[in-house]
């Protein structure tokens, strides 16, 4: 006998009980592991999430009120023959923000940098901040930086104060000493923009280099936060809702991505070629009809891909940074929340998971779960993809769906080898030998086979099953039925006997009826014991030819 055939038979000798709750102690603490560490799973998770995100049924329709004035290739090619390159000079952005805000919009979201002066045309910087100063419903945005530069900083609330989360009325913010916080951002470089409307508009990607997630809003280490450029937007439309996000006492500290609630396509919201309504605002003619901004939430950004405000999102491998603003605005506006369930609880469902298959096999069989090997998944990840169709929160099972898998094949692979441990006669000359045959109305194929050998691995443990090989490859069936529900357990006279009390009761309740413990002359082999068997059997089906 090689290495790998002892390896098996000990395998295959392993108590059943042992080995399943063995293999849900393993993958238990795997879960923990994967969840809390290793995060080994979490890329499977984000390359299917996607999948179901593009092939949602139920999807939000975008708010009729967004609308975007886009600097796309043909504006920039447009508008180059007078002022050059981008950036413009910002007497053009000036021009246009002048005539959006005459229409008295809902909101004007800007989301263009004013990080530095233009030294090439101050009379631009000049006009831009005149006209954010006269601006009454512009919102600014700033770029955050890292978190950990914020001691480092000189920044503070008094510096930007349209920056900061509004705070509910009567909220007591935690107790840090008396120290003010600083925070470590791009701050705009005009004035008037700096004593607007602030929030920051960074889109902070997972591991992968995707935006799946948005962070609204950024505690600080005083216990108070900065806002994104959307509660901006959303302080301005719906102060109530706003009110919801003002940070509490009990508030956690550190930052929080949300799951963003995309559209249907990266592109789901009308644009405005910027160019055409520069035209419009200087009394030209533009080349497509310009709609109202009365009422509307206009964003200003950028789709021209030389600009590089691009950048991979679950709909597209390169979605516009303006349309994903346009987005979470719209979730904000629209209180489109989408939320995950917390680590320990994905833990906690798939160890529950591995629990429920454990005590499935221990009352049934591990047959009875050969249909759940790829339904049980499928089903688990059916349950995460509903969840993305409309509701509110997103039931991760990938992991479960994962782990249930591998369990199962572990468990139908261990219960190969049980079958052929049990199923090999032990044929040891100087032991006498006994056989005792049963037949079943139907075949033994895997479940009964697995009750019979629970039987064996209790009160007879010494001896072992004769059997036809009863595998079904689909969609073959047997090609032998009439043989395959006959059966025989063989082993030591004294051990077989013995046995017969506690084995009997299980044995009628899979067959239907048996013959006479035999015992075998010694010695036996293979070949010989296999036509002990079959005449064995031959005599036990003939009963009902020959009744008498």
């Not at 992991?399 to 199923?423: E, H, I, N, P, Q």
């Amino acid at each position: 006998m090689d290495i790998w055939q002892r390896v098996t038979n000990r395998l295959g000798a392993l108590p059943a009980r042992r080995v399943t709750w063995g293999l849900v102690l393993t993958f238990s603490v795997w879960a923990l592991l994967d969840i809390f560490v290793f995060q080994l799973s979490h890329g499977i998770t984000q390359s299917s999430f996607d999948a179901m995100v593009r092939a949602r049924v139920v999807v939000a329709k975008p708010d009729p009120r967004i609308i975007i004035v886009d600097i796309d290739e043909a504006s920039l090619a447009r508008m180059g023959k007078e002022f050059g390159r981008w950036p413009w000079p910002r007497d053009t952005l000036a021009t246009v923000l002048e005539h959006i805000e005459r229409q008295t919009p809902l909101a004007i979201a800007w989301d263009i940098v004013f990080s530095d002066a233009d030294r090439l045309s101050p009379g631009g910087d000049a006009a831009f901040n005149e006209a954010a100063a006269r601006s009454r419903h512009s919102h600014f945005p700033v770029v955050r930086l890292p978190q950990a530069n914020d001691a480092a900083s000189q920044l503070t609330r008094e510096a930007l104060p349209g920056l900061w989360l509004a705070t509910e009325p009567g909220a007591v913010a935690p107790s840090t000493g008396g120290k003010v916080a600083t925070v470590a951002l791009i701050a705009p470089a005009l004035p008037a923009v700096a004593g607007s409307r602030l929030g920051y508009n960074n889109g902070y990607v997972d591991p992968d280099g995707v935006l799946r997630r948005y962070r609204y809003l950024d505690p600080l280490a005083d216990g108070h936060a900065i806002q994104s450029l959307p509660l901006s937007v959303l302080n301005a439309i719906n102060p109530v809702a706003y009110r919801a996000y003002a940070i509490r006492p009990e508030a956690a500290m550190e930052p929080k991505n949300e799951l963003i609630a995309w559209r249907h396509r990266a592109d789901a919201y009308p644009r405005v070629p910027f160019a055409d309504v520069f035209a419009q605002a200087e009394g030209g003619k533009p080349l497509a009809p310009v709609p109202a901004f009365a009422g509307k939430v206009v964003i200003i950004g950028a789709t021209a891909p030389s600009l590089h405000d691009i950048h991979p999102t679950p709909l597209s491998a390169m979605q516009a940074g303006v349309d994903s603003m346009a987005t979470v605005i719209d979730n904000a506006l629209n209180q489109r929340h989408i939320r995950e369930l917390p680590r320990w609880l994905q833990a906690a469902l798939a160890i529950a998971l591995c629990v429920g298959l454990a005590l499935w096999v221990q009352f049934k069989s591990v047959a009875s779960l050969a249909p759940a090997l790829l339904a049980l998944p499928a089903a688990l990840l059916a349950v995460s993809y509903l969840s993305l169709n409309g509701f509110s929160w997103f039931i991760d099972l990938h992991l479960a769906a994962g782990l249930a898998l591998l369990f199962l094949a572990v468990l139908r692979f261990w219960s190969t080898l049980r079958r052929a441990y049990w199923c090999t006669p032990l044929l040891r000359p100087p032991q006498a030998l006994a056989i005792w045959t049963w037949e079943r109305s139907d075949a033994w194929l895997e479940a009964p086979l697995d009750r019979l050998i629970d039987a064996l691995e209790r009160h007879a443990p010494g001896c072992r099953i004769v059997i036809q090989d009863t595998s079904i490859i689909w969609p073959n069936t047997l090609r032998w039925p009439e043989l395959a529900c006959c059966m025989a357990l063989v082993g030591p006279h004294d051990a077989l006997v013995a046995a017969r009390a506690q084995l009997e009761p299980a044995l009628k309740r899979l067959a239907r009826r048996n013959s006479e413990i035999q015992l075998l002359d010694l010695p036996t082999n293979r070949k010989k014991l296999a036509n002990v068997v079959v005449s064995s059997w031959s005599r036990l089906q003939n009963r009902d030819n020959n009744p008498d």
